[in-house]
């Protein structure tokens, strides 16, 4: 019986190289990796010999003899994966690991962020020899999104932390938290102390809607609410209205599906989780009975992930589809069939008179309604046309109505945030890059030394792994321009920097994941 891929995946890709018949696919030098909403293991070629289960940092992978019933369909969603056409590898070969030359001093590197694309950098540069890495975080707590993006009842998903302490267990590894980079030192500051500085600081802001209303009292971001329920130090004081029976939410990917789910659970599962107190007692109060998700075009075009979907059919809530699932998948691509057919199993799905979330399509908000606070969102019904290039757009049919709220949770995606100092690429939300390195501008010169890595590099796609291959192309970047002599040598060492931050900082938090020499044996022996 084979391993399958489940929920919690990551596509961090560790799996694929534990594998010794290298049946896990797409690989990160494959051309649909990074489109790939998960790794799938080959039924016909595994050997079940479990090395991938124990390399994937979140436990993701699980005998299909031990699967639960939740996790049934990934039995299939794994082998329909090698059933489809594929697009075949473009590189002939892995691209090399960086490769920093000796026998200078160390290379000391500067990553300002901890979130995962910011640990994935500092384990790549870890594996050289005579290199040290110093990561700055403003918040007091590391691993950015991997602590307070991720839903608290994605228990599996958190275990990425387990990776981030082993890595920043390593020597050569510091770290200063409660420290914010443009405030308490420069940009320039950073750049003198060391050989390089990599920003890894992801997109902190969201998308707006752009539409009338939408900073009326009741109107939230959806990731300001995911950081409250996850005890965002920035987040622990806010207030949500959970006194109303309906909430709704503009968009519908993970991010909207996890809001939906926590809104809707009863609050007793999530008592058994890592949720912050303040929002377990918030929900054990809320008066929500229904969630609406609202999506612009139509079932085919939901911008949840195949996995994610999956955990939510395992939750106890109902689950109602508004709008039509198209019964015929030709044409479509596996991942958009994977998706209609899971959609479509909600017509069998019982339900059970649970709290509900209800998906609806062809609707967009046209105006947040109210006087002090909000009471209502009118809506547009749209119907679809494929553009030049044949990809469906909706268009507004000018029909209209107005859904009862007090609670709309926006979450229509993320958005890069310029850094005082840097580049910034407007239309982009990025920091324009050359494979992670820093230029004035799109298409510009190199700036020396300055770095990119994750959202803030390649812009707000992917998942927690995925951030593992983009911070080896900065870092193979990095040491290219070392080698090359190209970096200017710190003006001080560590011990300068220490007594900079210290002087401007006194709050600051030197070390970082301190790990005990009992706990850290665990780690090593478990990763
Ligand atoms: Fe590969 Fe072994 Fe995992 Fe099967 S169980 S996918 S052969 S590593």
């Not at 594998?19 to 990074?34: A, W, Y």
Request: neutral net charge; glycine residues 10%; hydrophobic residues 40%.
């Amino acid at each position: 019986m084979p391993y399958v891929v489940t929920q919690s995946c990551c596509s961090d890709a560790s799996c694929v190289y534990a594998c010794p018949v290298n049946c896990i696919h797409p690989t990160p030098d494959e051309p649909d990796f990074l489109s790939a909403e998960m790794l799938y293991v080959d039924p016909k070629a595994c050997v079940d010999c479990g090395a991938c289960a124990s390399a994937c940092p979140v436990d993701a992978i699980v005998s299909s003899k031990k699967l639960t019933r939740e996790q049934q369909p990934f039995i299939e969603i794994n082998a329909n994966f090698f059933r489809q056409s594929r697009p075949r590898p473009l590189l002939a070969r892995p691209v090399p690991a960086a490769r920093i030359r000796t026998g200078r001093q160390p290379l000391r590197v500067a990553i300002v962020g901890s979130g995962p694309s910011a640990m994935y950098a500092a384990d790549e540069l870890l594996t050289q020899p005579n290199v040290a890495v110093t990561v700055l975080d403003r918040l007091p707590r590391p691993y950015g999104l991997a602590r307070f993006g991720v839903a608290p009842d994605h228990e599996k998903t958190r275990k990425v932390g387990t990776l981030f302490d082993v890595i920043s267990a390593q020597p050569g590894f510091g770290s200063y938290l409660n420290v914010e980079v443009g405030r308490d030192i420069s940009h320039g500051e950073l750049l003198d102390s060391f050989h390089a500085v990599i920003y890894a600081v992801g997109a902190s802001t969201d998308r707006k809607l752009g539409i009338a209303g939408e900073s009326m009292p009741g109107t939230v971001s959806a990731t300001d609410f995911v950081a409250w329920y996850n005890g965002h130090p920035d987040h622990a004081a806010d207030e949500f209205d959970l006194s109303q029976p309906q909430a709704l939410i503009v968009g519908n990917g993970n991010v909207a599906l996890d809001v939906a789910r926590i809104l809707t659970v009863d609050p007793a599962v999530l008592a058994a989780t890592d949720i912050a107190p303040h929002a377990l007692k918030a929900l054990r109060e809320s008066k929500i009975e229904e969630v609406v998700l609202l999506g612009r075009r139509g079932a085919a075009e939901s911008a949840f992930t195949v996995p994610e979907f999956v955990g939510l059919l395992g939750a106890e809530v109902d689950i109602v589809v508004d709008g039509e699932i198209p019964d015929d998948d030709s044409g479509l691509s596996y991942q958009v069939a994977q998706k209609l057919e899971l959609l479509r199993s909600t017509r069998t799905r019982p339900v059970g008179g649970r709290k509900r979330i209800v998906l609806r399509y062809l609707t967009s908000p046209l105006e947040i309604r109210g006087t002090d606070r909000v009471t209502g969102v009118q809506v547009g019904r749209n119907e679809l046309a494929a553009d030049a290039e044949g990809v469906p757009r909706a268009v507004p049919t000018g029909a209209t109505e107005v859904l009862e709220t007090g609670l709309v949770l926006t979450s229509v995606g993320y958005r890069g945030v310029a850094l005082p100092g840097l580049p910034f690429d407007e239309k982009a939300g990025v920091i324009p890059n050359s494979g992670g390195g820093v230029l004035t501008e799109a298409g510009g010169e190199v700036l020396p030394g300055v770095y990119v890595t994750g959202w803030i590099k390649r812009g707000p796609t992917g998942f927690i792994g995925t951030n593992k291959s983009c911070a080896q192309e900065t870092v193979r970047r990095l040491a290219e321009d070392y080698n090359a002599g190209r970096l200017s040598e710190p003006g001080g060492d560590a011990a300068d920097f220490d007594r900079l931050i210290r002087s401007r900082r006194p709050a600051a938090v030197a070390g970082g994941a301190a790990v005990k020499p009992g706990r850290l044996r665990r780690l090593l022996a478990k990763s």
